[in-house]
């Protein structure tokens, strides 16, 4: 374990295994729902906020200035299909099938099945109102990627409570 990983207060977990970040550059279970940000595959300009609910699997996915995605009309589109493998590439197949609350039955649990599993539930549209959220995390996300690394804290992060009391 790393000086690092000892001295946070929050355990770091590496990603199950490597991904590319080209196609989906930022996924997370959070807020209830598997949700992240998907490049588009006709505009390099464009992206998509994915997200799917936990239970219910409502699905929600529109561009990052909330038009709705042409995809996305009766069903998971393919930007919800990339959030998903790319989820099960990040925290691996039994996490995300955990937290989305997704039973496979005697399956191996895989991206595929996970996907198909949920979809056989017909879930409905969710609002897109979290799309506004999601965005914002990856563009503090991609902020903190241009900072100079350095061991002094940083000012937005010093609400974390500190690991060791100064003498």
């Given at each position: ?67 709705p ?65 999601v ?10 990627l ?22």
């Open positions: 374990m790393s000086d690092f990983e000892r001295s946070s207060t929050a355990r770091v977990i590496p990603p199950a295994r490597p991904r590319k970040l080209a196609k989906v550059p930022f996924v997370e279970l959070a807020d209830g729902r598997l949700q992240g940000v998907v490049s588009s595959g006709s505009d390099i300009g464009r992206v998509y906020v994915s997200s799917v609910a936990v239970g219910t699997y409502a699905y929600a996915c529109s561009t990052n200035n909330n038009r995605c042409g995809g996305a009309r009766g069903g998971f589109c393919n930007h919800i299909g990339a959030l998903i493998n790319e989820a099960v590439l990040q925290y691996g197949a039994e996490r995300v099938a955990r937290y989305l609350r997704v039973d496979v039955g005697d399956e191996e649990v895989t991206a595929p099945a996970i996907a198909f599993t949920m979809r056989g539930t017909r879930p409905s549209p969710a609002d897109g109102k979290a799309a506004a959220s965005f914002s995390r990856f563009l503090r996300h991609l902020a903190y241009e900072l100079a690394p350095t061991t002094a804290p940083l000012p937005e992060m010093q609400w974390f409570p500190p690991t060791r009391t100064v003498a």
